[in-house]
């Protein structure tokens, strides 16, 4: 089952899509509000049986699926983008020891996420923008120190992610070291639809599902991988993250890029005038197969509005 988030009248709606028809549903205004009451198959059954208005999905203005979702943690589980991205900045190892260890997240910002066709302003002071091809799981249950095999089951569905980079605010302020901080603080992609667990059941494979993962910028075809790729599963990501605490409905775990998924493995395996980075008016363009497209135009930003005055040391310290 497709669920849509969409605009109409004025008004959020939710609804099951079917060929590509939006069957809105009246119990609930957010997909949010359905995974929180844990009834989302049921719900879409009923909506689709006596939904309260059918939509072209062509003519619908589409939200990302979960517009404020409770948390968003993006983990790093593809080795290859690990290991391209330790070229650019030199790492050694290129891939570390502890990644292999464990799975390796940061908190993103729930309120950046931005819709599956929305434009993408430029950060603040940002000239080096990349685009993350991901794909991100959505948590449908409560739980806290979930097994491998409860996390599975706690998963409700999946969508597409880009998780837009400002890579010279983001390599600036991650020799703190901390971070990434404003260099991932500005716009998440997530859509187009959500699309539930047991659709992608078929397609299990490995760590993930044999599904092919894209990215154009405009009309050229950036980079390709394969979601079966992943080293490791989307259930130990959740596993993982309910480790000590508790992850709650709605909680979005996103996979990390693909390998090839974004510009900076690019520049770490060719060197960065491979391609320049993105800029106004480019179209960054991510389809994952059974999950659908999102499509993002980049659009010039603001200013920054109030420049800081750097710290003069105050040490020595004893």
């Known amino acids: ?39 989302l198959a049921e719900a879409g059954e009923r909506a689709l049986a006596d939904p309260e208005a059918v939509l072209a999905v062509d003519e619908s203005d589409l939200l990302a699926p979960l517009p404020e979702p409770p948390s968003i943690r993006d983990f790093m589980a593809f080795e290859q983008h690990v290991d391209g991205v330790g070229r650019l900045v030199g790492a050694l190892p ?21 819709g599956p066709r929305e434009d993408v302003p430029m950060p603040p002071g940002c000239s080096v923008l ?10 449908g249950r409560s739980g806290a120190d979930l097994t491998v095999e409860d996390a599975d089951q706690a998963i409700a569905g999946y969508l ?26 500005s716009a998440i992609t ?29 009309d050229e075809l950036m980079g390709e991988d394969r979601l079966d790729n992943l080293g490791w599963s989307f259930a130990e990501m959740v596993s993982y993250a309910s480790r000590g ?19 900076a493995e690019l520049w770490g395996r060719h060197g960065r005038e491979a391609h320049r980075p993105l800029a106004p008016g480019d179209v960054v363009r991510m389809t994952v197969e059974g999950l659908g497209t999102i499509s993002n135009r980049v659009v010039a930003g603001g200013p920054v509005r109030a420049p800081l005055t750097q710290r003069k040391p105050a040490g020595p310290w004893k």
């Open 245 to 263: 605490t508790r992850v709650r409905p709605g909680d979005v775990v996103g996979s990390g890029t693909c390998g090839n998924g974004c510009l």
């Open 1 to 39: 089952m497709r669920w849509v988030s969409l605009e109409t009248a004025g008004e959020r709606r939710v609804g099951v899509l079917a060929d590509d028809r939006i069957h809105v549903t009246g119990e609930a205004r957010t997909l949010l509000a359905l995974l929180e009451r844990g009834d």
């Open 190 to 218: 997530l859509g187009p639809w959500f699309v539930t667990a047991d659709e992608l059941e078929p397609y299990r494979s490995r760590k993930g599902f044999d599904l092919g993962m894209s990215v154009w910028i405009s």
């Open 94 to 114: 290129l891939v570390p020891d502890v990644w292999y260890e464990q799975p390796l997240f940061y908190f993103s910002n729930p309120a950046a996420v931005v």
């Open 130 to 139: 990349d685009y993350e091809l991901e794909v991100a799981a959505v948590v």
């Open 160 to 185: 597409v992610m880009n998780d837009w980079s400002a890579r010279d605010l983001q390599f600036s302020e991650m020799r703190g070291p901390l971070g990434p901080a404003k260099g991932k603080d």
